[in-house]
């Protein structure tokens, strides 16, 4: 099992390693290779410009912007190899977030309102990334609750066996027994 589960008496706390894949990976550093060409090429001729020339401050511009263009990409690098969502059930809420290095948000919701878990296919949009490129290792089967009309899912990098594992362990914590 890829995930973590840790129990107490009075918590229950699962560790879901985000989706990983070696191409996925590979992709993302072959792109911040380009990137670093980029930033070379950019800073280079920059430098090549003489002071007060009307293209240096256009130049400057675009070596700004693509600086920051890197940030996606590091990021999405830093998801796909330390990243993981955490699920914690603790006195009457259950609270779902993701977490970078150990940094993160949380959203925490009532048991009361929840619904039992199930595993569930990943939701495919047109606009998301991750919902074309599931031949990557970027998803699997997801854990989902329903929240009043809002539906939680957690999971995407697990696959379906353990998705119904964490299932099992939420559900015998109590969630979604108020709904039953």
Do not use: Q
Not at 33 to 62: I, K
């Amino acid at each position: 099992m890829k995930s973590r589960v840790i129990e107490t008496r009075d918590r229950l706390e699962l560790r879901v390693p985000e989706p990983r894949g070696a191409f996925r990976v590979l992709l993302l550093l072959a792109a911040l290779a380009g990137w670093a060409v980029g930033e070379l090429a950019a800073a280079r001729g920059l430098l090549a410009v003489a002071p007060g020339e009307p293209t240096r401050a256009l130049r400057g511009f675009v070596l700004a912007v693509w600086s920051l263009a890197a940030l996606p990409l590091v990021f999405a690098l830093l998801r796909a190899v330390a990243g993981f969502e955490r699920v914690v059930v603790e006195g009457g809420r259950i609270t779902v977030g993701r977490r970078l290095l150990g940094v993160g948000g949380d959203r925490g919701y009532d048991l009361a309102r929840v619904s039992p878990p199930r595993v569930e296919p990943p939701p495919h949009h047109l606009f998301d990334l991750l919902s074309g490129v599931r031949v990557w290792g970027a998803g699997g089967s997801v854990v989902a609750f329903e929240h009043g009309a809002e539906t939680v899912r957690f999971g995407a990098g697990v696959d379906e066996s353990e998705a119904h594992e964490l299932a099992r362990h939420l559900a015998a914590r109590g969630v979604g027994a108020a709904a039953r």
